[in-house]
């Protein structure tokens, strides 16, 4: 990947203050709205917290003060691969008006090294098949498209 450093940009590891602009823009970024709930921030204080005591993170891109981007990495070990660790970044998500500028593929060089600090054999994703940009983005990055993802909504 090639290096690229939008001026001002700072990727670091979220904070309970930048809660609120992280549920907006999850919002932003959704398929379909009523998926989050911004007027309680409690449950995603709570998960921030747990998600911090692990190995993996959520990462925010920061542009002057601004936050206009996050994902989310998270680290787990695999029964397969020796027991080895795997990484999966979710929750990939770039303000709409500062797409374009490389603050994304910032955000995922991030994830993945310290996938790779954190001894990952492999990083994967998903992406939802309604996000034809998303997949040509992840393709350019180097990712495969060599699955298909399958999920179960529980009750």
Do not use: W
């Amino acid at each position: 990947m090639t290096p690229s450093r939008p001026s001002g940009l700072r990727i670091r590891s979220a904070q309970d203050v930048d809660l609120g602009r992280l549920v907006h823009l999850l919002e932003l970024g959704a398929l379909a709205g009523g998926k989050e709930q911004p007027t309680d921030l409690r449950p995603y204080a709570a998960a921030l917290s747990e998600i911090g005591r692990g190995p993996g993170d959520v990462l925010v891109a920061e542009m002057h003060a601004e936050v206009v981007g996050l994902c989310q990495l998270i680290v787990f070990r695999h029964l397969q691969a020796g027991g080895g660790r795997c990484a999966e970044i979710e929750s990939v998500h770039v303000h709409p008006d500062h797409r374009g500028r490389g603050i994304g593929r910032r955000l995922m060089e991030e994830a993945i090294g310290r996938a790779r600090a954190a001894g990952c054999y492999r990083v994967q994703l998903t992406s939802n098949l309604a996000r034809p940009e998303a997949h040509r983005f992840y393709l350019a990055l180097g990712f495969e498209a060599s699955h298909r993802g399958f999920k179960l909504a529980l009750p």
